[in-house]
């Protein structure tokens, strides 16, 4: 089975502007999971969606977004981009659904975000 | 809310030497652990995870590691390093209810240096 996929892979944009990162998980995974990942923050949680809805979200502001499609294909969208935006971007896809049970996520590569 | 805390930034050793990274969380309900390893520029390459049973889980590599609920642990061992095991590695705790759909809780990575 082909793994997580993300692209672009590296990303250079300017303050101001928007980006939009897109993540295909592995087939038959319904579930995608968004983090950033900074040296001084680490890994964290941006939202995840299953079946085309966003059931979690992580404390990050509202330029930060996502959706999900019916394929399980996932996009982010990060709005008026700021410096501190920089950072590695990584999408996790599993086979976790409405049960107790959280489900082994399985990351993509990343997409490396620069902001000038 | 859930925590995971790795004691050691930065740990050196030589090689065929044994290792032990540590790994603390704190979460309110059952666990589910994992270990994750991460080499520079690349996403995160799953090593191990604990859901539930054996409390000594073997994972790829020939990596494993304990949980000890008495002692909210979750260690991860290697009999004898190889030079390829340099990278960082990162623990991380999930769940999946409510709040904490698809969320993995990361601690902040130990990088790891192998000495030849």
């Known amino acids: 089975k082909a793994g997580v996929t993300q692209t672009p892979r590296y990303l250079i944009k300017t303050r101001g502007q928007q980006v939009t990162l897109s993540c295909s998980p592995i087939?038959?995974?319904?579930?995608v999971s968004w983090y950033q990942q900074t040296p001084g923050q680490g890994l964290q949680f941006l939202f995840e969606y299953f079946s085309e809805t966003q059931r979690n979200k992580g404390n990050f502001p509202g330029r930060f977004s996502g959706r999900q499609f019916s394929n399980s294909r996932s996009e982010m969208n990060v709005s008026t981009l700021e410096l501190g935006d920089s950072a590695l971007y990584l999408c996790?896809?599993?086979?976790?659904?409405?049960?107790?049970?959280?489900?082994?996520?399985?990351f993509g590569p990343g997409t490396r975000l620069l902001v000038l | 809310a859930q925590s995971v805390t790795q004691p050691d930034i930065h740990i050196t050793v030589s090689e065929g030497a044994s290792l032990e990274l540590r790994c603390n969380y704190s979460y309110g309900a059952t666990p589910y652990l994992f270990w994750y390893v991460q080499s520079p520029g690349q996403g995160l390459q799953l090593l191990l995870k604990?859901?539930?049973?054996?409390?000594l889980v073997q994972g790829i590599k020939g990596f494993e590691a304990e949980f000890k609920r008495s002692q909210s642990s979750f260690n991860l061992r290697k009999p004898s390093v190889h030079w390829s095991d340099a990278a960082e590695y990162f623990c991380a705790v999930g769940a999946q209810s409510g709040t904490s759909y698809g969320k993995l809780t990361f601690g902040q990575g130990t990088i790891l240096t192998v000495h030849p």
């Open positions: 087939s038959g995974h319904r579930s």
């Open positions: 996790a896809s599993s086979l976790a659904s409405g049960g107790s049970h959280p489900g082994t996520q399985y």
């Open positions: 604990y859901f539930s049973g054996d409390t």
